[in-house]
């Protein structure tokens, strides 16, 4: 595949052409001067990490370009393209780092490598949920701190979805106990995979696409992806026996959207608060579809396929929280901004949790839900 390089990209231009406007003609004020505005538009591309059209985040972005198009009545366009399409999916950050692409779409856990830090905005293992998520970033300071990380790689991140609550994924033996942990081959990204690992099993990378093969051929034990509705898109139900609950690697991971930052900066200022409208209510929007065909697909699942969903037992679950606790510290120890940016997570988790043990949990638990 041609990688398109930054000189191309500023050849072509991402302002495309203007045309002046005049407005306020007004013939019962003779003497004003018109006012004149110069209308500027912007054609600009967006880059995922997801498969083209990809349920849910694919066709939530789709929409998102569609969105910006009608409210900014076609001043800015965006062409979307899929993981792969224009560079490769884990080359998001850098494409719109770079310039080579205006506007990206992801989550920000995939740029761990660079910015350890970044799966804080994502999910973290035991960590918050949707709702806790986005009440952290509106409302918390989170999103300040998030651009505070990014704006050294160029870049103005903000919440552009939500997969909401996720499952502990497809085993193919039954976890008892935390023994049953030792020596599983399980893929799982991010920082599950090193809870995992102190677990005593062994994660392994396995992309998208081959997980399916890996786990029919014994490759791996056991593999988490997403929920209901995407799993079942898999087809895991076929080759793995037993599908655990809850989804404790990921609680409610946080997909981003990101802006290089001279091309956001190019933007008039209602052109940036469409992009950002755009964004959230794609963020309302993806959780609201994975709330509805999870649960619509989870029946599927049980009543159609008859596949055995269970819960991991306490005793695996405490496990995997002290492991977690472990896995945060270690990995904020060495790291000034990382600790910063966990020690704001972490107070706004415990508050929002001793709000949540009065409010919601009572409510689920009383409706047996
Ligand atoms: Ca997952």
Redesign the pocket.
């Known amino acids: 595949m041609k990688k398109i390089k930054r000189r191309d990209f500023i050849k072509a231009g991402s302002l495309v052409g203007g045309s002046t406007l005049i407005f306020g003609c007004g013939q019962d004020q003779p003497g004003d001067a018109p006012a004149v505005r110069t209308r500027q538009n912007f054609q600009w591309n967006l880059v995922t990490t997801w498969p083209p059209h990809f349920p849910v985040m694919g066709e939530g972005v789709d929409k998102l370009a569609e969105w910006v198009d009608l409210m900014s009545d076609g001043r800015l366009k965006i062409t979307v393209y899929g993981g792969g399409e224009l560079v490769p999916a884990l080359e998001t950050f850098d494409a719109v780092s770079q310039g080579i692409a205006e506007m990206g779409h992801g989550a920000a856990y995939y740029w761990a490598g660079k910015i350890p830090a970044a799966q804080f905005f994502t999910a973290v293992p035991f960590g918050m949920n949707a709702q806790q998520m986005n009440s952290w970033l509106y409302s918390g300071g989170g999103l300040q701190l998030w651009e505070e990380l990014y704006a050294p790689f160029n870049l103005v991140p903000m919440p552009a979805g939500n997969t909401g609550m ?1 499952m502990g994924g497809w085993f193919n033996k039954k976890i008892n106990s935390p023994n049953d942990l030792k020596g599983l081959k399980m893929r799982i990204p991010g920082l599950g995979a090193r809870v995992i690992e102190k677990a005593g099993g062994s994660p392994i990378l396995t992309a998208g696409g081959e997980i399916y093969t890996n786990l029919e051929r014994g490759v791996i034990d056991a593999t ?3 929920g209901p509705y995407h799993d079942y898109l898999m087809g895991f139900h076929r080759i793995a026996k037993h599908y655990y609950y809850p989804g404790w ?2 609680p409610g991971p946080v997909l981003e959207l990101t802006v290089n930052k001279q091309a956001w900066e190019s933007l008039p200022k209602d052109l940036q608060m469409i992009i950002r409208a755009a964004a959230d209510r794609s963020n309302i929007l993806m959780l609201a579809e994975f709330e509805s065909k999870n649960n619509a697909y989870l029946k599927k699942l049980k009543y159609e396929e008859k596949t055995i969903i269970e819960k991991f037992p306490n005793s695996v679950l405490s496990a995997l929280q002290q492991h977690a606790q472990e896995v945060v510290e270690e990995m904020t120890e060495n790291d000034a901004q990382a600790k910063k940016i966990y020690t704001s997570f972490d107070k706004f988790r415990q508050d929002v949790g001793d709000w949540a043990k009065i409010s919601e949990k009572m409510y689920f638990d009383f409706e047996e839900i």
């Open positions: 996720q988490e992806w997403i690697q990921e």
